[in-house]
């Protein structure tokens, strides 16, 4: 019995493949957006922290204003009185510039600690 000459190569299978791996990346990329203010988080190793849904978003530029939601210029004692409004059970989520003066983050955290807050993530880039 004589075997029929491939003179071609097919590539179907290769094509199924492809399509199969491009599914995949597709549905398991994560597209995540830190927010409209550009703020050059610093580095850590860690694990990725669910958000509650009610929280404060607050962001120390590099220049050390704060600005709470995105949209909000607020100083150290205008976000101590919207924690204070919040509650304990308000979330506070973090987001400072790594080249903002430690002074403004310690500021951050002295108020939270005097008023007993502890719900606070601080977010960092995962390298």
């Known amino acids: 019995m004589k075997m029929k000459r491939m003179d ?12 199969v791996l491009l599914v995949m990346v597709l549905t398991t990329a994560t597209f ?37 939601d995105e949209k909000i210029s ?15 059970e308000m979330t506070v989520v973090l ?4 080249e903002a003066a430690f002074q403004n983050f310690v500021g951050v955290m002295d108020v939270l600690k005097r008023l007993g807050h502890d719900q606070l993530y601080i977010v960092t880039d995962k390298k």
């Open 8 to 19: 071609t190569i097919n590539v179907i299978p290769f094509i199924d493949i492809m399509l």
């Open 32 to 68: 995540i957006r830190t927010g409209i203010i550009p703020v050059d988080l610093p580095d850590a190793k860690g694990t990725h922290a669910d958000h509650k849904p009610h929280e404060m978003k607050l962001t120390i530029k590099k220049d050390g204003t704060l600005w709470i």
């Open 74 to 88: 607020v100083t150290l004692e205008q976000f101590e009185q919207r924690v204070k409004t919040g509650g304990a």
């Open 95 to 98: 987001y400072s510039d790594k």
